[in-house]
C-alpha cells in the first residue's frame, strides 16, 4: 500500500521558515519523481517544486531562490526547506510522487504565514 504522510506545516510569521517533510512506502523510492504541489483556498494546485531521481530540481518562479527541495533515499523521504515566507505562500502542500506508471499524493500540511 503507497503512503505518503506530509509533516512539518505550521503557523509562521512573515519572512520565517519551516521545512515540510514527506516520509514514502510502498513503491521504488529512489526511482520515483517527487514533488510539492500547494493550494490556496479558491486558487488551482499549483507545482511548486520537483526533484528527480538524478537530484536535479525545477521550481516556480514564485519560489526560486527561497524554497528548497531535496531527497533522502535512505530515508524515503522528500523535504521541502521555505525560507523568507509570505503571505501568500499560505497554502496546503501535497507531496507528490510518479514512479512506472503510478501516480501518489500525500494528504497535504497546512502552512499559514501570518502576523
Known amino acids: 500500500q503507497v503512503q505518503l504522510v506530509e509533516s512539518g506545516g505550521d503557523l509562521v510569521q512573515p519572512g520565517g521558515s519551516l521545512i515540510l517533510s514527506c516520509a514514502a512506502s510502498g513503491f521504488t523510492f529512489s526511482t520515483a519523481t517527487l514533488a510539492w504541489y500547494r493550494q490556496a483556498p479558491g486558487k488551482q494546485r499549483e507545482l511548486v517544486a520537483t526533484?528527480?531521481?538524478?537530484?536535479?530540481?525545477n521550481y516556480a518562479d514564485s519560489v526560486k531562490g527561497r524554497f528548497t527541495i531535496s531527497r533522502d533515499n535512505a530515508k524515503k523521504t522528500v523535504y521541502l526547506q521555505m525560507l523568507r515566507l509570505k503571505p501568500e505562500d499560505t497554502a496546503v502542500y501535497y507531496c507528490?510522487?510518479?514512479?512506472?506508471?503510478?501516480?501518489?499524493w500525500g494528504q497535504g500540511t497546512q502552512v499559514t504565514v501570518s502576523s
Open positions: 526533484i528527480f531521481s538524478s537530484a536535479s530540481t
Open positions: 507528490h510522487a510518479e514512479n512506472y506508471g503510478g501516480v501518489y
